[in-house]
């Protein structure tokens, strides 16, 4: 009787706990690589280029990040050289986390990136 109770129990608590675990808020507004525009600087809120994306001007300087960043990619051509530098601190701060050159992407940024230091 008490093994019976036991599993039962076990069931209905372990479908109660898989009803009530969240969601990523971040499913609703995935964006992957293949967002990012033809000729852009893009970062991702998640690695693999997953998560909420933004992009940043070309030759904007340092720029503080809306998001922090997890994955970054640039999809200007070879003929226009855009980089980013993307850095684990505000203001263009802390670690340098990478490098960022036409046509180069980076699904996976080993820290949080903060802001970035974008040049022509």
């Not at 019976?4 to 990523?24: D, F, Q």
Request: glycine residues 12%.
């Amino acid at each position: 009787m008490w093994r019976t109770l036991s599993r039962v129990l076990l069931a209905v608590s372990t479908v109660g706990a898989v009803t009530l675990l969240p969601t990523s808020p971040a499913s609703a507004t995935t964006a992957g690589l293949a967002d990012c525009p033809s000729g852009s600087l893009c970062g991702w809120s998640g690695t693999s280029f997953t998560g909420t994306m933004t992009t940043f001007s070309a030759g904007a300087g340092c720029l503080n990040s809306p998001i922090p960043l997890r994955s970054v990619a640039n999809t200007y051509g070879f003929g226009f050289m855009a980089v980013m530098n993307v850095y684990s601190g505000p203001n263009c701060t802390g670690t340098l986390l990478a490098t960022v050159r036409p046509g180069d992407s980076v699904p996976f940024l080993f820290s949080w990136g903060s802001s970035v230091h974008t040049v022509i």
